[in-house]
């Protein structure tokens, strides 16, 4: 069993920057594919975030150029630095991962509790 812990959120005025970090523990015998996500309130959970198979970055469109994701394979960390934020980023977000292959089609088994993120204007 994995567990994932999440950190960093908190309120932000428009513009300002947070950086939230995932914690992996656990069992964790081969690689992690790590992502993060979100959801609004009322809204559906999105993806923001993930580290590919061969360790490229992909974000989504609506944070392209203001969120970077990072992961430390070694420790198992997972970081997402999120700049320029705007109140449509007001969201819980939750850090989760499932072992290689990198296969973000099926539902990652492995969930954190979430850390909200305010953004005010």
């Given at each position: 069993?994995?567990?994932?812990?999440?950190?960093?959120g908190?309120?932000?005025?428009?513009?300002?920057?947070?950086?939230?970090?995932?914690?992996?523990?656990?069992?964790?015998?081969?690689?992690?594919?790590?992502?993060?996500?979100?959801?609004?309130?009322?809204?559906?959970?999105?993806?923001?975030?993930?580290?590919?198979?061969?360790?490229?970055?992909?974000?989504?469109?609506?944070?392209?150029?203001?969120?970077?994701?990072?992961?430390?394979?070694?420790?198992?960390?997972?970081?997402?630095?999120?700049?320029?934020?705007?109140?449509?980023?007001?969201?819980?977000?939750?850090c989760?991962?499932?072992?290689?292959?990198?296969?973000?089609?099926?539902?990652?088994?492995?969930?954190?509790?979430?850390?909200?993120?305010?953004?005010?204007?």
């Open positions: 069993q994995v567990q994932l812990v999440e950190s960093g908190g309120s932000v005025q428009s513009g300002g920057s947070l950086r939230l970090s995932c914690a992996a523990s656990g069992y964790i015998p081969i690689k992690l594919c790590m992502a993060w996500f979100r959801q609004a309130t009322g809204k559906e959970r999105e993806g923001v975030a993930r580290i590919e198979g061969d360790g490229w970055m992909s974000v989504a469109e609506s944070v392209k150029g203001r969120f970077t994701i990072s992961q430390d394979n070694a420790k198992n960390t997972l970081t997402l630095q999120m700049n320029s934020l705007k109140p449509e980023d007001t969201a819980m977000y939750y989760a991962a499932r072992f290689a292959p990198c296969n973000y089609i099926d539902p990652l088994p492995y969930w954190g509790q979430g850390t909200q993120v305010t953004v005010s204007t």
